[in-house]
Antibody, heavy 112, light 107 residues
Framework: EVQLVESGGGLAQPGGSLRLSCAAS????????MTWVRQAPGKGLEWVAN????????NYLDSVKGRFTISRDNAKNSVFLQMNSLRAEDTAVYYC?????WGPGILVTVSS | DIQMTQSPSTLSASVGDRVIITCRAS??????LAWYQQKPGKAPKVLIR???SLESGVPSRFSGSGSGAEFTLTISSLQPDDFATYYC?????????FGQGTKVEIK
């Protein structure tokens, strides 16, 4: 069974940093692109970033370019989202996604 | 960016009703479209991929159609478990974009 479990969320101050992790199991992790999607409270879904199977290609939402970095460790079946220079508008539940299969999500709150 | 527009934003329906949700893209996305169902406090669940391919385990009352820039999700006979919010998503181009959602409510 495919499982994705996010961790690393919580409260951060504006301008601060957080690093999200997603532990994957139940499939051949190195064979799939991985994606992060977010959902602000009471709002719709917003694609954030994705990373190719071998980490050689990354794509980002314009509003996070230069602030967020996606990476992966295929040996540890994990994908990460380093979030710097956080803003209030980054407050959301962040989901780790593998080709249409979603983790349960983790809440990130940016507030002073 | 490709804009995805869903209609209606809210839909009131009764059990047994046929429900149709429309998703329009601002440019052609071929058939690179997925439909998701989301219930409060839960992650989205994929129903349809590549516009019309039903995901394994999804009831056959769900169907998708369309290509190019206009797509529909049809629920042939609405069941109590189907009251939820539905999103379309294009994966033809970056950034991937979602429709704003359609909330299906009990009439």
């Amino acid at each position: 069974e495919v499982q994705l479990v996010e961790s690393g969320g919580g409260l951060a101050q504006p301008g601060g940093s957080l690093r999200l992790s997603c532990a994957a199991s139940g499939f051949s992790f190195s064979s799939y692109w991985m994606t992060w999607v977010r959902q602000a409270p009471g709002k719709g879904l917003e694609w954030v970033a994705n990373i190719k199977k071998d980490g050689s290609e990354k794509n980002y939402l314009d509003s996070v370019k230069g602030r967020f970095t996606i990476s992966r460790d295929n040996a540890k079946n994990s994908v990460f989202l380093q979030m710097n220079s956080l803003r209030a508008e980054d407050t959301a539940v962040y989901y780790c996604v593998r080709q249409f299969v979603w983790g349960p999500g983790i809440l990130v709150t940016v507030s002073s | 960016d490709i804009q995805m527009t869903q209609s209606p934003s809210t839909l009131s329906a009764s059990v047994g009703d046929r429900v149709i949700i429309t998703c329009r893209a601002s440019q052609s996305i071929s058939r690179w479209l997925a439909w998701y169902q989301q219930k409060p406090g839960k992650a989205p669940k994929v129903l349809i991929r590549e516009a019309s391919s039903l995901e394994s385990g999804v009831p056959s009352r769900f169907s998708g159609s369309g290509s190019g820039a206009e797509f529909t999700l049809t629920i042939s006979s609405l069941q109590p478990d189907d009251f939820a919010t539905y999103y379309c998503q294009q994966y033809n181009d970056y950034p991937r974009t979602f429709g704003q959602g359609t909330k299906v409510e009990i009439k």
